[in-house]
């Protein structure tokens, strides 16, 4: 990494990015994902749970059922959501400004967390962990997270990665608008090889249940160590995570 910091590096390659392609990025994105989708329809009415790494907050409105409250680290995506999504919602959608190191919630205090598309933005194993477990530490026991993470293996894929292939990238964004030059903004990505996001969550504080993958991405789900906890398994949190 040329920048000093871990922190330097995902302000050049994804924070500043983020905000500079907000518009043109958050156009590609209406379409809920049918297992997020899915899972937020099957929590029971009444819930409450967090979107960290909202972008326009295309989830708040899948399930009405729900409270949802949202935060992106990028600003300008904030805007997005809250503009787009308040046109979607009964009331005005609950989305703040936070760094997923950081999340500005009580500990123990949702029945559900989902994380898009954020852990492998983070640039360092450290860094990346300590995003699981700030995930988890937002759960009540017996809650769920559910995450997903861009997988290594992904040789059928158009992006044409495989298990050879290194596992830091900086993955172009083009973004072409009227009347204005091309313009390419570099990414940074750490792509999970098969086995290794099961091993952040355990060194996060949680444990595998079940992994899969949809579409390039993976999913675990696991909880944390009872003896950590000293309760009963029928309350133990529970994580899902997709690469």
């Not at 969550?201 to 696991?222: I, P, R």
Request: with cysteine; glycine share 6%.
């Amino acid at each position: 990494m040329e920048e000093s910091s871990p922190e330097a590096y995902e302000a050049t390659h994804v924070h500043s990015v983020y905000n500079a392609i907000a518009p043109h990025f958050s156009s590609t994105r209406h379409k809920p994902w049918p297992f997020i989708s899915s899972f937020l329809s099957s929590l029971p009415p009444g819930s409450v749970g967090l979107d960290v790494g909202c972008g326009n907050g295309k989830y708040l409105p899948v399930n009405p059922r729900l409270h949802i409250f949202a935060s992106d680290r990028s600003d300008a995506l904030v805007r997005l959501a809250r503009s787009e999504q308040k046109k979607l919602l009964a009331s005005p959608p609950q989305v703040v400004v936070a760094d997923a190191l950081s999340l500005p919630y009580r500990a123990r205090s949702v029945d559900f967390v989902i994380c898009v598309a954020v852990i492998h933005h983070l640039s360092t194993r450290e860094r990346r962990q300590e995003g699981i477990r700030a995930l988890l530490d937002c759960v009540r026991q017996g809650g769920r997270v559910l995450v997903y993470a861009w997988a290594l293996e992904q040789s059928s894929s158009r992006r044409g990665w495989d298990e050879g292939s290194e596992q830091d990238a900086l993955v172009p964004w083009v973004m072409r608008s009227k009347g204005k030059p091309e313009a390419t903004f570099q990414r940074y990505y750490h792509l999970y090889r098969k086995g290794e996001l099961e091993e952040d969550v355990e060194a996060a504080g949680g444990k595998v249940l079940e992994s899969g993958y949809e579409k390039d991405n993976c999913l675990l789900f696991g909880f944390y160590p009872m003896d950590a906890l000293a309760i009963n398994a029928q309350n133990v949190p529970v994580i899902s995570l997709r690469r």
